[in-house]
């Protein structure tokens, strides 16, 4: 637990030191921040609770065999050139974890240049942004960071790079797909702050009172039209105590409103992207509202809610120009400090035994690792958990 608590407290002494320092200095300390947060992903050795299937499917590829599985044609013809060149699967990993969290800070610097060394920062604090997707979906984490660095060029205008990848983005994983649909529902049908009001209020009331909405929608369309995924309907369920419910609702309605107090008062620099419109605020109503209406379905509604994570959090962190720079180190000093409640609440779950103690390349090897005996003891807790 250690390595994760001493990156965190280096990423926001950062984060905190680049109030005292000249802006243009302050690009570089974000640039290091994020090779830094790069760095201590690609490192990583065996953590995580997805890397077994990923390195048998790239040991199955190297020696000319067939893998029971198939993935996506992009990330199937990714690991083919990586063998072909006679990368290790730790190396094949760390140099996809580096790429992915370079593009998402040049994505963040783009879209939130004021603030955006905080956001990173808050990216890393909380876990579904940062430890699970990034040590574990690897797919997803890459093609999330590709949909990230598309949207950047598709709000300077840049259309057919844009869309080349998006298509780069989508055979990496398919679930990109549901993300751009999404970006053309916020760019095409233009609602407004207000009606977002409405939307959120349904969404948090259902949410409260457990009517799982979305679940009933999905069990529809399983059962008369993808019969073989009722085994996921089953095993991916929401259960959490009311008192949880409340926390998390009074959570999501302060990032509601800082959302529109932004969009309110136009508080994000939207200079480099002004035909964008009213769009960047409506991306991150979208991470604010999917957990809240999909909350039956945790792995779909956290996997898409990180689509658009760096919105939700870019923009919330606008409403800093509100204050003086006192007040806003002090603000943020407090986010630190409350952040550190969920992060550490991750780290002890039984069910992060996959990242807890983080293994590194440089200290472990196959011999005396203990990522496999790690994972097999996540699904056992996980058959347990289904069987109640």
């Known amino acids: 637990?250690?390595?994760?608590?001493?990156?965190?407290?280096?990423?926001?002494?950062?984060?905190?030191?680049?109030?005292?320092?000249?802006?243009?200095?302050?690009?570089?300390?974000?640039?290091?921040?994020?090779?830094?947060?790069?760095?201590?992903?690609?490192?990583?050795?065996?953590?995580?609770?997805?890397?077994?299937?990923?390195?048998?499917?790239?040991?199955?590829?190297?020696?000319?065999?067939?893998?029971?599985?198939?993935?996506?044609?992009?990330?199937?013809?990714?690991?083919?050139?990586?063998?072909?060149?006679?990368?290790?699967?730790?190396?094949?990993?760390?140099?996809?974890?580096?790429?992915?969290?370079?593009?998402?800070?040049?994505?963040?610097?783009?879209?939130?240049?004021?603030?955006?060394?905080?956001?990173?920062?808050?990216?890393?604090?909380?876990?579904?942004?940062?430890?699970?997707?990034?040590?574990?979906?690897?797919?997803?984490?890459?093609?999330?960071?590709?949909?990230?660095?598309?949207?950047?060029?598709?709000?300077?205008?840049?259309?057919?790079?844009?869309?080349?990848?998006?298509?780069?983005?989508?055979?990496?994983?398919?679930?990109?797909?549901?993300?751009?649909?999404?970006?053309?529902?916020?760019?095409?049908?233009?609602?407004?702050?207000?009606?977002?009001?409405?939307?959120?209020?349904?969404?948090?009331?259902?949410?409260?009172?457990?009517?799982?909405?979305?679940?009933?929608?999905?069990?529809?369309?399983?059962l008369y039209f993808y019969p073989k995924y009722i085994f996921y309907l089953e095993r991916d369920v929401y259960n959490a105590s009311f008192v949880y419910r409340l926390v998390y609702a009074a959570v999501s309605t302060l990032v509601f409103a800082l959302i529109y107090t932004s969009w309110d008062k136009r508080l994000v620099d939207s200079s480099g992207f002004s035909k964008w419109d009213s769009t960047v605020y409506r991306l991150a109503m979208f991470g604010v509202l999917i957990p809240l209406v999909v909350f039956g379905f945790p792995t779909f509604s956290t996997r898409y809610q990180y689509f658009f994570c760096i919105f939700m959090v870019g923009v919330s962190l606008s409403v800093l120009v509100l204050f003086n720079a006192r007040d806003r180190l002090a603000i943020m000093l407090a986010v630190c400090v409350i952040s550190y409640v969920s992060f550490y609440r991750f780290l002890v779950n039984p069910l992060s035994i996959v990242y807890v103690p983080y293994q590194s390349q440089f200290l472990y090897d196959e011999k005396n690792s203990t990522g496999q005996k790690r994972t097999d003891d996540l699904l056992h807790q996980l058959e347990i958990l289904w069987l109640k």
């Open 1 to 222: 637990m250690i390595d994760y608590n001493v990156v965190y407290v280096a990423i926001w002494i950062m984060a905190i030191f680049s109030v005292f320092i000249r802006s243009d200095w302050s690009r570089y300390l974000f640039y290091i921040q994020a090779t830094f947060m790069a760095l201590f992903l690609a490192f990583r050795f065996e953590t995580g609770y997805d890397w077994p299937v990923y390195k048998s499917h790239y040991l199955h590829v190297a020696a000319g065999e067939t893998f029971q599985l198939n993935f996506e044609i992009g990330y199937e013809y990714l690991v083919r050139i990586f063998t072909f060149l006679g990368f290790e699967f730790h190396q094949f990993v760390a140099l996809l974890s580096v790429l992915e969290i370079l593009l998402i800070a040049v994505s963040v610097r783009f879209f939130f240049r004021k603030h955006s060394i905080w956001v990173m920062a808050l990216l890393y604090s909380i876990p579904d942004f940062y430890l699970i997707p990034s040590f574990s979906l690897v797919r997803q984490a890459l093609a999330a960071s590709l949909f990230f660095y598309g949207l950047h060029y598709y709000a300077r205008a840049r259309l057919f790079t844009a869309l080349g990848i998006f298509v780069l983005a989508v055979s990496v994983h398919y679930s990109v797909v549901g993300a751009i649909a999404f970006l053309v529902l916020a760019m095409r049908v233009r609602l407004s702050k207000y009606v977002f009001v409405v939307l959120f209020a349904v969404a948090v009331t259902l949410y409260l009172f457990s009517i799982d909405v979305a679940r009933f929608f999905a069990n529809f369309v399983v």
